[in-house]
């Protein structure tokens, strides 16, 4: 569940209906109502001329989806505001994930120098803009090309040097060009693929190298809050954003990865506080949940 902009509720409304969502009568109608399990079409083809569906990771109807809303990759109080707000804590996550493994500084205002970061799936920038103001060398990717170009004007307008490109991941495996640090934010639950995503990730981090993964838990708490919830009866997202179908449990991600020669070192959750209008650090995995995996 990551929006909330123009759901048109009190918090009092939104929190009742939160509480009749998180009741357990409630959870186990929902989980037999499969027609509400959407999947959206194939609409379109990849904009950098990549194959999309069958061959490669990228599906063609999230590429539609995000392009259709790039022009707000940036607006705080639009579409992507929720992405706004959960930066903090999954920014909070990585950087004390990173000085630790990499015995980086702890005070300084540029811990990530002499990082190379790759971030997929990176949209209009909002990870990658902070990752290199924290000092990292960044490469950010994404299959949508109206994408890459909000990303690069608003990292010019910042006087940032970020190396945006339109392409996928596995485009990258045969340069041979890895990585310390790989960022996956929000995107395994959108690709066509998910075992192909995961093994390009995978080769593009180097050994000794981490990957930091964003995404939703499969769970009867994730269909009711960030399916039904958030796009059916809060109306915080548009019907059929999400397939749940495509959520991924942290023991498939971690089965996923060891293929691959990545362990999962650390999870935490992320919870949204109704009161407070904040995302923060949980440890309740039932729903949104970042991951760090590190190579041997």
Not at 15 to 43: C, F, H, K
Request: charged share 25%.
């Amino acid at each position: 569940m990551l929006c909330k902009a123009g759901c048109g509720l009190t918090g009092a409304h939104t929190y009742s209906v939160l509480l009749i969502l998180g009741n357990p009568a409630t959870l186990e109608w929902i989980s037999n109502r499969s027609d509400w399990i959407v999947t959206m079409p194939d609409q379109t083809r990849c904009t950098d001329k990549r194959p999309i569906n069958g061959n490669g990771t990228a599906a063609a109807e999230e590429i539609a989806r995000f392009t259709a809303i790039a022009e707000s990759w940036w607006d705080e109080t639009g579409k992507f505001r929720p992405l706004h707000q959960i930066n903090p804590p999954r920014i909070s996550f990585i950087r004390r994930h990173l000085v630790s493994h990499f015995k980086l500084p702890t005070t300084s205002e540029t811990p990530f120098k002499g990082l190379e970061v790759l971030d997929i799936g990176c949209g209009g920038g909002l990870m990658s803009e902070p990752m290199r103001q924290l000092g990292g060398k960044i490469t950010g990717i994404d299959a949508g090309e109206k994408n890459i170009r909000i990303a690069k004007i608003h990292a010019e307008k910042s006087g940032l040097d970020i190396d945006y490109q339109c392409r996928l991941p596995e485009s990258m495996i045969a340069e041979e060009k890895q990585f310390d640090v790989v960022l996956s934010m929000e995107v395994v639950e959108h690709v066509a693929d998910l075992q192909l995503f995961i093994k390009a990730c995978a080769g593009l981090v180097k050994p000794g190298g981490v990957m930091f993964i964003s995404t939703i838990n499969r769970t009867l708490k994730s269909m009711a809050l960030a399916k039904i919830g958030a796009e059916y009866i809060l109306r915080w997202l548009p019907a059929g954003t999400h397939d749940w179908n495509k959520f991924v449990k942290p023991s498939e991600l971690a089965s996923g990865l060891r293929r691959h020669g990545m362990e999962i070192t650390g999870l935490e959750g992320m919870s949204y506080d109704l009161l407070r209008d904040k995302w923060s650090l949980t440890d309740d995995l039932g729903v949104n949940y970042l991951a760090l995996a590190v190579k041997e």
